[in-house]
T-cell receptor, first 120, second 112 residues
Framework: NAGVTQTPKFQVLKTGQSMTLQCAQD?????MSWYRQDPGMGLRLIHY???????DQGEVPNGYNVSRSTTEDFPLRLLSAAPSQTSVYFCASSSYRTGTPFFSGANVLTFGAGSRLTVL | GQQVMQIPQYQHVQEGEDFTTYCNSS?????IQWYKQRPGGHPVFLIQ?????EVKKQKRLTFQFGEAKKNSSLHITATQTTDVGTYFC????????????FGTGTRLQVTL
């Protein structure tokens, strides 16, 4: 039972390069999300998805794209990396009970191990 | 926008001392969750509180949800070195239950 798998674990980019952070979960979770973690700022939501084909913006979406073609995968794309995007990125998923709003009951987040990105 | 602040940002205690972190939201929360992140690790869910004034315990950890559902606290009795890490509170974003806003976190260091 792998849970939430993120790749790569570490990546160094030059300013202007593009890359994709991969996230896959094997728990059949409808909800998936991406957070970035910076010192003193906690975890900030970038994008999230409530199911295949549906995505929406979080608090800090600029510079990032996402898509959700399958229930299992939720990749995060940086089209033109900037030094301000140096951070640790976490993918997280949650189960969803039909007819109930997320996070109003027992839906909690399961996090991946994280991807540390450095943009020079 | 919604803000969730935690204090203190950092605390260093000796093993056996108690520890408390406080979580304050700018808006009323329908529920609050607590997560722990070990150094170099990822956040792991600890507990969820839903009712106003609710208190839950997990061994040496006591969690409280305020009467107005705008604040919460985590108290650890007699800390151990295994308690080292960063503790985050998190609550659903105002206006939609589909986003979870995390607090700024409190980093706990425990020494012998």
């Amino acid at each position: 039972n792998a849970g939430v798998t993120q790749t790569p674990k570490f990546q160094v980019l030059k300013t202007g390069q593009s890359m994709t952070l991969q996230c896959a979960q094997d728990m059949n979770h409808e909800y998936m999300s991406w957070y970035r973690q910076d010192p003193g700022m906690g975890l900030r939501l970038i994008h999230y998805s409530v199911g295949a084909g549906i995505t929406d913006q979080g608090e800090v979406p600029n510079g990032y794209n996402v898509s959700r073609s399958t229930t299992e995968d939720f990749p995060l794309r940086l089209l033109s990396a900037a030094p301000s995007q140096t951070s640790v990125y976490f993918c997280a998923s949650s189960s969803y009970r039909t007819g109930t709003p997320f996070f109003s009951g027992a839906n909690v987040l399961t996090f991946g191990a994280g991807s540390r990105l450095t943009v020079l | 926008g919604q803000q969730v602040m935690q204090i203190p940002q950092y605390q260093h205690v000796q093993e056996g001392e108690d520890f408390t972190t406080y979580c304050n939201s700018s808006t009323t929360l329908s529920n609050i969750q607590w997560y722990k992140q070990r150094p170099g690790g990822h956040p792991v869910f600890l507990i969820q509180l839903v009712k106003s004034g609710e208190v839950k315990k997990q061994k040496r950890l006591t969690f409280q949800f305020g009467e107005a559902k705008k604040n919460s606290s985590l108290h650890i009795t007699a800390t151990q070195t295994t308690d080292v890490g960063t503790y985050f509170c998190a609550g659903p974003y105002t206006g939609t239950a589909s986003k979870l806003t995390f607090g700024t976190g409190t980093r706990l260091q425990v020494t012998l």
